[in-house]
């Protein structure tokens, strides 16, 4: 990859509970490079989320530094980032074009280009037909491609994804992953993807960082080398399976430890 940095943690720790407290991450260090598609596994625990949320700038790290397009982060999520969570969040009182429209509605943006910006995210997403449909009337899979226009509405240059495809069933969760690696393609964002997922993990991403035990930090940097015109079809390349079986070689010693199992 030789896009240029534009997410660094260095010697990033997080503690909850004060300076004393249970440390949950760290120490890391990760630099994401502009346009890469990063994937974080780990065991359950191990800080995978946290992580997310300190690179997001939703929370400070107890010390060492978070740098976005070389500005340093203090506890805020600044305009170019984008975060789409597991958990449903659409809104159940608003349609699927009142939903995507949720966060422009203080941008302060003639109305024109608030519209236009809806309708492209919504078509790019394959919600057109569905636009005044309300998030009862539509399947999980649904559900999260309204929440990830929602996202994408907002042209965000950095898209953090905590678990999106969790609830999801596994052939959804492939096709699902086939429209995210095409919005990667097409908008030309940088993305980090948090997964439990080997395989979505493996066919998804340009490198996958392994993470340990808690507290977390990384013990593997795999590149897939895969080509960036990618899809679910990957799966049937033998270097597929390969390349998950190494993720669990990193990844079993230390869920055994979250497990309290390990030799």
């Given at each position: 990859?030789?896009?240029?940095?534009?997410?660094?943690?260095?010697?990033?720790?997080?503690?909850?509970?004060?300076?004393?407290?249970?440390?949950?991450?760290?120490?890391?260090?990760?630099?994401?490079?502009?346009?890469?598609?990063?994937?974080?596994?780990?065991?359950?625990?191990?800080?995978?989320?946290?992580?997310?949320?300190?690179?997001?700038?939703?929370?400070?790290?107890?010390?060492?530094?978070?740098?976005?397009?070389?500005?340093?982060?203090?506890?805020?999520?600044?305009?170019?980032?984008?975060?789409?969570?597991?958990?449903?969040?659409?809104?159940?009182?608003?349609?699927?074009?009142?939903?995507?429209?949720?966060?422009?509605?203080?941008?302060?943006?003639?109305?024109?280009?608030?519209?236009?910006?809806?309708?492209?995210?919504?078509?790019?997403?394959?919600?057109?037909?569905?636009?005044?449909?309300?998030?009862?009337?539509?399947?999980?899979?649904?559900?999260?491609?309204?929440?990830i226009a929602r996202t994408l509405v907002l042209r965000?240059?950095?898209?953090?994804?905590?678990?999106?495809?969790?609830?999801?069933?596994?052939?959804?969760?492939?096709?699902?992953?086939?429209?995210?690696?095409?919005?990667?393609?097409?908008?030309?964002?940088?993305?980090?993807?948090?997964?439990?997922?080997?395989?979505?993990?493996?066919?998804?991403?340009?490198?996958?960082?392994?993470?340990?035990?808690?507290?977390?930090?990384?013990?593997?940097?795999?590149?897939?080398?895969?080509?960036?015109?990618?899809?679910?079809?990957?799966?049937?390349?033998?270097?597929?399976?390969?390349?998950?079986?190494?993720?669990?070689?990193?990844?079993?010693?230390?869920?055994?430890?979250?497990?309290?199992?390990?030799?």
């Amino acid at each position: 990859m030789s896009g240029q940095p534009q997410i660094q943690l260095c010697e990033v720790v997080r503690r909850y509970g004060g300076p004393s407290g249970l440390q949950a991450l760290g120490p890391v260090n990760l630099e994401i490079r502009s346009g890469e598609f990063f994937s974080i596994v780990g065991p359950s625990g191990c800080g995978k989320s946290t992580l997310l949320d300190v690179a997001a700038g939703l929370v400070a790290p107890t010390s060492g530094s978070v740098r976005f397009e070389g500005k340093e982060l203090h506890g805020e999520v600044p305009d170019g980032i984008g975060v789409v969570f597991q958990e449903d969040a659409s809104l159940p009182w608003l349609s699927v074009r009142d939903n995507v429209a949720f966060g422009l509605r203080t941008s302060g943006l003639p109305k024109k280009e608030v519209a236009d910006r809806v309708d492209h995210a919504i078509d790019f997403m394959g919600l057109a037909q569905f636009a005044g449909h309300y998030p009862a009337q539509l399947s999980g899979g649904m559900r999260q491609r309204v929440c990830i226009a929602r996202t994408l509405v907002l042209r965000p240059r950095l898209i953090l994804l905590d678990e999106p495809f969790g609830a999801l069933d596994q052939q959804t969760r492939l096709l699902m992953g086939d429209e995210l690696l095409r919005l990667w393609r097409e908008t030309g964002a940088t993305v980090l993807l948090i997964t439990h997922a080997l395989d979505e993990a493996a066919m998804l991403s340009d490198r996958v960082g392994v993470m340990s035990a808690r507290p977390g930090r990384f013990i593997d940097m795999i590149e897939t080398v895969w080509p960036r015109d990618r899809d679910s079809r990957i799966v049937s390349d033998p270097k597929f399976g390969a390349l998950t079986a190494r993720l669990w070689s990193s990844l079993r010693e230390e869920s055994l430890k979250t497990m309290g199992r390990a030799a």
